[in-house]
């Protein structure tokens, strides 16, 4: 097993010479930081800690990589824009392919430039990551910044629905309410 370090990242780490490969089986590990993130110029995450492993198998004229991440990521708040800790787990599969031209466009197989052999992992990584987080990251209750929320509410126009309301309502629209069942 190897294991290589994205601290201080270069993101040369993250190229794996397929054609280079000794065993029809190989097992590499990363560990990713905010140099990782920043390296890519990720503006979906701010910083994290993650393990990923990545196992590579040859089988027939394809190589299959399976990505095992866990960790955690630094993103903003829906709400607040403070920083919140999200976890992330996911597993990931990719069939890689020596051709003639290199494409990385289809979902299914990756086809790597059979005079080069070499796969840059990097971006692949970080969009494994981008795709578990969800779509809404919010702090759980209670723990936005109080601050924020209250300028929010302020701002929402919360206030001004409330006196709209106490103004007297169309006869028009009155009518319609008494339809609902």
């Known amino acids: ?10 993101l040369e780490t993250f190229k794996i010479d397929l054609k280079g490969m000794t065993t029809d089986e190989q097992r590499l590990e990363f560990d990713l930081d905010g140099g990782f993130f920043k390296a ?14 990545v196992s590579i198998r040859k089988v027939s004229g394809f ?5 095992h991440t866990e960790g955690m990521v630094i993103v903003p708040c829906d709400l607040c824009l403070d920083d919140m800790e999200q976890p992330i787990v996911t597993d990931n599969r990719l069939m890689v392919k020596l051709g003639a031209e290199t494409n990385t466009d ?4 990756v086809i790597v430039d059979e005079n080069e ?8 990584i970080y969009e494994f990551i981008a795709l578990a987080i969800p779509i809404k990251h919010v ?27 106490a103004k007297e309502i169309d006869p028009r629209w009155e009518k319609l309410k008494n339809l609902k069942v």
């Open 1 to 10: 097993m190897q294991t290589k370090s994205a601290i201080m990242c270069s």
């Open 40 to 53: 890519l110029n990720a503006s979906e995450v701010n910083d994290g800690a993650l393990h990923v492993s």
């Open 139 to 165: 702090h759980a209750p209670g723990k936005c910044n109080s601050v924020m929320t209250q300028k929010l509410q302020e701002l929402s126009g919360a206030d001004l629905r409330g006196k709209e309301e």
């Open 117 to 124: 052999g070499i796969l840059d992992t990097s971006w692949l």
């Open 106 to 109: 289809d979902d299914d197989v």
């Open 63 to 67: 190589y299959e990589l399976q990505f």
